[in-house]
């Protein structure tokens, strides 16, 4: 049994990380250490959490002690690192909180595998899970990012995690810790908090409130399915080349505007309204702080060397978000009331021993 530690599991694409590895490989014995903040949902877990190879750590990435216990006792082998603020509305209102989570946060994890494992580093793997937001924003139409383009983040969010991928890269080159990167594009599907633009605008249409749209809507945005991202987190953490780096993503670059037409009209017809009612909801509000206009991703490595390939097209992928919010009602009534946040005190009590 090889014991692995997903961080950030109880969030979105943590949670669809730790079902794929808990339901696909019963050889290896999944730790999900979150530290449930406003982002972390353990009901996001349900079907897997009484799994004979699965455990919760209620942890903090950012506390040196309380994982320094944690590797001690469990002796993880390799670590899949997703634990993060994430939402880049927030990193502008409060960058410190990023610069604490995803920076120092990060570092104090490097060091603690590092110290953990530097009597033997064969075997060993930290995976660090990143966004194409570190690239910065695409203004020519032809220009993809490569996993060789400069850095160049522009909000607090990207900048953060730029920060700790240079972090990362720092302890392969200083003290030969086995790192592998991996750096995403925009994710969708079931589970994403509901301020993230298509979990929010399909809340806000079902309940008949405005879609604020940021500026003209005419940002670009390339879009994967979450499930698609846990499947190359999967291919690059067993086939990945130690020290490499691989750009996810499926070749799918949406206009805001254009998207949120397809939800719209999804919608409308799902909750059987007049054709054109969902689009009057669309709102034109002030655009985001230095917003990036286009992101768009070159996946020839992975497609190439890892052999992935999305397994649906948008249209599909929509489809299926689309009535998995529709037909679980009750998680986004609990995340937009606040109540999920008692879940793990429900369901866990005083039996959670670190
Ligand atoms: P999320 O915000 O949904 O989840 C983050 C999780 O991390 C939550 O469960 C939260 O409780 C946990 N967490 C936060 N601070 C913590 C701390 N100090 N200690 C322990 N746990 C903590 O994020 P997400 O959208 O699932 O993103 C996961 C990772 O993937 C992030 O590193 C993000 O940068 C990266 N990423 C996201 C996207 C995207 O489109 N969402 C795209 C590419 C890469
Ligand atoms: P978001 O889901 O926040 O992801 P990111 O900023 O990491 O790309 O936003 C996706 C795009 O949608 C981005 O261009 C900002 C825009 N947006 C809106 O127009 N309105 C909104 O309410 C939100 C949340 C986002």
Known sequence: MKNILITGGAGFIGSHVVRL???NY???HIFNLDKLTYAGNLANLVDVESKPNYTFLKADITNAEELAVLFEKHKFEAVIHLAAESHVDRSITNPLEFVITNVVGTVNLLNTAKNAWKNNMEGKLFYHVSTDEVYGS???EN????ETTSYDPQSPYSASKASSDHFVRAYHNTYKLPVVLSNCSNNYGQNQFPEKLI???????????ALPVYGKGENVRDWLYVVDHARAIDLVFHKGKIGDTYNIGGFNEWKNIDLIKVVCKAMDKKLGRTAGESEKLITYVTDRAGHDLRYAIDATKIMNELGFKPSLQFEEGIEITIDWYLNNKKWLEDV???NYQNYYNQQYGEKFIA
């Open 138 to 140: 695409l203004h020519d």
């Open 26 to 28: 019963p050889d290896y």
């Open 143 to 146: 220009e993809f990012f490569l």
């Open 336 to 338: 937009t009331s606040g």
């Open 199 to 209: 979990p929010l605008f399909i809340h806000n249409i079902q309940n008949q409130k």
């Open 21 to 23: 590895f808990v339901n």
